[in-house]
């Protein structure tokens, strides 16, 4: 996962935050060590921003997205009105982009398998 062009946080989250959530053991894994990252990825300079534990816990109850979307677990942002997330009941690309204003599941748009296929992705302009 190239994550060069991030400002990784320089500790991980603790690890009561990371019991509370229901994560991917990838993202479990990159928040043990980095609680949050933000930056761009790609030659065209794509804002990513990979939330902490804490902020990953408060937007799933502040985003309408999540409501709208059950199972939906937001962790990231480009900024704007794009969100990424984990969408577990997905048979492939659980990891994927979805619009902040989205109403449903049906607007997910899936981009990996895992957290480094969705940066890859997002770096690769896609």
Known sequence: ???????LAP??????????????GDL????????????????????LVLWSAR???????AQEVTRAT???????TDGGA?????LPRMQRGRYGRISLMAAGAHEFESLGDSL????????QGR
């Open 28 to 47: 479990r894994t990159f928040l043990a060590l980095h609680d949050g990252a933000r930056g761009t990825v790609g030659q065209r300079k794509r804002p």
């Open 82 to 86: 794009e969100g990424y997330g984990y």
């Open 116 to 123: 480094e296929e969705l940066v890859t992705a997002l770096a």
């Open 11 to 24: 500790d991980g989250a603790a690890p009561e935050e990371l019991e509370a959530l229901p994560l991917p």
């Open 70 to 76: 059950p199972g939906l677990l937001l962790f990231g």
């Open 55 to 61: 902020q990953i816990a408060s937007e799933a109850e």
């Open 1 to 7: 996962m190239d994550l060069t062009d991030l400002q």
